[in-house]
């Protein structure tokens, strides 16, 4: 609370109409989807304030077709806020992607990560011959991929394109040990390209 204190006194004293703006109206450019890992906090990340990048979390930064509540951010992000950008952002030495490479026991979100289960058998053959630690590197890696595909292939995403909505997707990994973020050439921003990374991911 002290520290909530100071910073909105920071804030206003930078930019005395700021709060009064925000609490106008919302309108980012960004909807980031990301690992809940505390390690990874969107804005601070991307030097973006308040107002600038709508978020969703879950462990292993996850995009299930079935999960009402992504979807439903997607949905408000892109039709009512109308963002341009779907950054999905993976990180390395992610902590759910490990625990499915080792099919540790940690109780209920196993069930979650089994989706990270299936992405890793599906590309065993890419996997089988690295390192542990590549291994790991590498599935962070793919498992962004997939994600920005999953993104790609919702009706929202689809429908969005069919009205010319300008929209594009990106994926993205952190790495914790420097601070950095580097793009996946996982890059869409219409169907074709969609296709085209579908072909190249498999
Ligand atoms: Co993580």
């Not at 499915?100 to 065993?124: E, F, K, S, Y």
């Not at 292939?153 to 969005?160: F, G, N, P, S």
């Not at 296709?195 to 190249?200: P, Y």
Request: glycine share 8%; hydrophobic share 40%.
């Amino acid at each position: 609370m002290a520290a909530n204190r100071a910073w909105a006194a920071r804030m206003s004293d930078e930019d005395p109409d700021y709060f009064a703006r925000l609490a106008s109206q919302q309108s980012p450019t960004y909807l980031w989807i990301g690992c809940s890992d505390s390690r990874v906090p969107a804005n601070q990340i991307v030097g973006l304030p308040p107002g600038e990048v709508f978020v969703h979390r879950n462990i292993a930064n996850l995009v299930v077709p079935s999960d009402l509540n992504c979807l439903s951010v997607l949905q408000f992000a892109v039709e009512v806020l109308g963002v341009k950008h779907i950054i999905v952002t993976g990180h390395y030495g992610c902590g759910g992607i490990g625990a499915a490479i080792h099919n540790d026991r940690l109780g209920l979100v196993d069930n979650w990560l089994r989706h990270v289960g299936t992405i890793m058998r599906d590309h065993q053959a890419e996997l089988e011959p690295l390192s542990d630690d590549e291994a790991q590197a590498r599935l962070c890696e793919i498992n962004v991929r997939t994600q920005v595909l999953n993104v790609g292939r919702t009706t929202i995403v689809q429908d969005a394109w069919s009205r010319g909505q300008e929209l594009a997707l990106h994926g993205w990994i952190y790495d914790i040990r420097d601070g950095l973020l580097r793009g996946l050439e996982a890059d869409i921003a219409e169907p074709d390209a969609l296709e085209m990374l579908t072909h190249r991911h498999h």
